[in-house]
């Protein structure tokens, strides 16, 4: 039942992550009994009002959450699923604009390594700060919630649909990371996939010679323009083309071996993701930080040459965020699956 699955991946998210694959289980099997209980009593399969009813009695994943963590003593179980939950996001948030923010200064100065290395060892102490910020707040509310309860109220409103006011409409829908219940993708769907691949890869092949594709009309005013494409951007177009057919040849393998039933892993996603950060490398070391020319420099150089050196310097900053995010993006990746084998391991033991 979708319902039911999109209520345990809710539940999921709150377990320790070392026992959430054996809670999830045990409570997977009660449930479903439960449900064909029901349904026997019934003489029939419920309806989607007693389908949804029935979820909500089961009581908000959240609170259903609570019960399995361990005693804390300065947030109690009640609050440490609200403050788990709080503090991930605070730490995410702050580490995207943390490494954001420093990976735009470091392109904009051109300043090397030795800054990297000082702003790396800089985000441990910001972690710290900031949890222990977060951490006092839940141990001020632990302390004085249960005296001035009405003060407090609106505290579940911070975890979205995991509260007291929940709906098991709201619950998170099922996707491609949501475990084994996950639903297996479709033949057509996977059919698609190759598709559009091979539609997206003509399509990039063709616009070198057909600038219309991607410029549109445009194309035509800007072959008038005194600037021009540096060279680093014919071995930044090429190594895309190369991701692109690697992608596709991926699809592919999987659709000729018949693998796409099965649920996508990490795995391609993380080789995607590193794969993609070569071209946009090639960018950022472009000779001299130039990604824009004049045509005729000689001539051109008095009257354009602050704009092309306002474009070169604008774009470089909007690779050095790209690259940010996908660096965050991979190591989060890494992270996730690193912790998954752990769990697994552990829970083999």
Not at 121 to 128: E, F, K, T
């Amino acid at each position: 039942m979708e319902l039911l699955d999109r209520y345990l991946k809710a539940v999921r998210r709150h377990l320790p992550w070392l026992r959430q694959d054996d809670i999830i289980a045990e409570m997977r099997a009660n449930l479903e009994a439960q449900l064909e209980d029901k349904q026997a009593e019934l003489g029939r399969p419920l309806t989607a009002e007693e389908t949804e009813a029935w979820v909500k009695q089961l009581g908000s994943p959240l609170a259903v959450a609570a019960r399995y963590q361990r005693q804390q003593y300065l947030i109690g179980p009640a609050l440490f699923p609200i403050y788990s939950y709080v503090l991930r996001l605070v730490l995410t948030w702050l580490t995207v604009i943390y490494v954001v923010a420093n990976a735009v200064t470091i392109a904009v100065s051109n300043q090397g390594g030795a800054k990297v290395l000082e702003a790396a060892l800089r985000l441990p102490s910001i972690w710290l700060i900031n949890a222990g910020i977060v951490t006092l707040i839940f141990a001020a509310i632990e302390l004085f919630g249960p005296r001035s309860p009405e003060k407090f109220r609106g505290l579940e409103a911070m975890a979205g649909p995991m509260t007291a006011s929940w709906s098991p409409l709201d619950l998170p829908t099922l996707g491609e990371s949501d475990g084994d219940w996950a639903k297996p993708r479709s033949f057509i769907r996977a059919l698609l996939e190759v598709f559009a691949g091979g539609l997206f890869l003509g399509w990039l092949l063709l616009v070198p010679h057909y600038p219309y594709l991607l410029f549109g009309p445009g194309a035509w005013y800007l072959q008038s323009l005194p600037y021009q494409l540096a060279p680093v951007w014919w071995t930044f177009y090429w190594l895309v083309v190369v991701v692109n057919i690697f992608e596709l040849g991926w699809k592919v393998v999987v659709l000729a071996r018949g693998a796409w039933q099965r649920p996508p892993n990490c795995t391609r996603h993380l080789v995607m993701h590193a794969l993609s950060l070569v071209p946009l490398s090639v960018l950022l070391a472009a000779p001299h930080h130039a990604l824009f020319l004049l045509k005729n420099p000689a001539a051109d150089a008095a009257k354009y040459g602050a704009t092309v050196a306002s474009a070169n310097s604008g774009v470089l900053k909007g690779v050095a965020v790209v690259v940010a995010i996908i660096v965050l993006q991979l190591l989060w990746g890494m992270g996730r699956v690193s912790l998954d084998a752990y769990r697994k391991r552990q829970a083999a033991k």
